[in-house]
């Protein structure tokens, strides 16, 4: 008989809570960035209820699944609980996002358990489940930050249009989150960027590495010089 196969994760995005819940809840785009999903839409919309189905496409496997989506939403609280059940796919699919946090930061909960139809592919996945779980959850993490830095570039060049008032907060804000003002200078690409937000120590001494310096622009070379010594690390690290 087989068993449930189990998994949890927490991260931490920096975008807005409520942003993140919004890239979450928008099934229709699942298929732009999610891998292996091919196609996805939905339908039957209620009050906080939806359905959604998704196409799955691998190399060795293809198939279709519908799944209930059920909302909750909450002052910088938000939980969305997708369930499929009995369909050609799995016996049982069950996943839950947790989001919660602030307009700074978002801790993203993710639990998933699921019963394939097809022993060869529950004992297939029981393999790999971290990866496929660290791949989902990636794939989610970095559309947030590339839609919302794609936003925020935008109006940042509509703030420009409004004078010298708007440029002074938008610098208070680039400064607040220097991995940002990196991104926004193609310093670092969103790959990098990624590597480091999984690092909360290398978070801390890029923090502190722009304290040292008066000069902003000194700051930041000195750092993407840090972060590239540092993914170099990485690629020999065992």
């Known amino acids: 008989m087989l068993n449930l196969i ?96 602030d307009e700074k930061q978002c801790q993203a909960n993710y639990s998933i358990e699921f019963l394939f139809q097809n022993p060869l592919f529950q004992h297939a996945s029981s393999l790999f489940l971290k990866d496929i779980v660290n791949s989902t959850s990636n794939a989610f993490e970095q559309r947030a930050y590339k839609i919302f830095q794609a936003q925020q570039k935008n109006y940042s060049h509509s703030d420009n249009k409004e004078g010298n008032s708007t440029m002074v907060d938008s610098e208070k804000i680039a400064n607040q989150d220097p991995l940002n003002r990196l991104i926004s200078k193609k310093l670092i690409d969103e790959q990098q960027l990624n590597l480091v937000l999984r690092n909360q120590e290398i978070m801390n001494l890029i923090k502190q590495m722009q304290n040292l310096y008066q000069d902003q622009n000194q700051a930041d070379q000195k750092c993407v010089e840090f972060i590239k010594e540092y993914l170099l690390l990485q690629q020999f690290k065992i």
């Open 6 to 101: 189990k998994h949890q994760q927490t991260t931490f995005i920096k975008v807005p809570t409520k942003f993140m819940f919004e890239i979450v809840k928008n099934v229709d785009a699942y298929y732009q960035f999610l891998p292996g999903c091919s196609q996805s839409k939905t339908f039957n919309h209620k009050s906080n209820y939806f359905e959604g189905e998704l196409e799955v496409d691998y190399k060795l496997f293809k198939s279709s699944y519908i799944s209930k989506v059920f909302i909750q939403q909450h002052p910088q609280f938000y939980t969305i609980t997708s369930i499929s059940e009995n369909n050609a796919v799995f016996k049982m699919l069950k996943s839950i996002w947790e989001l919660k946090g």
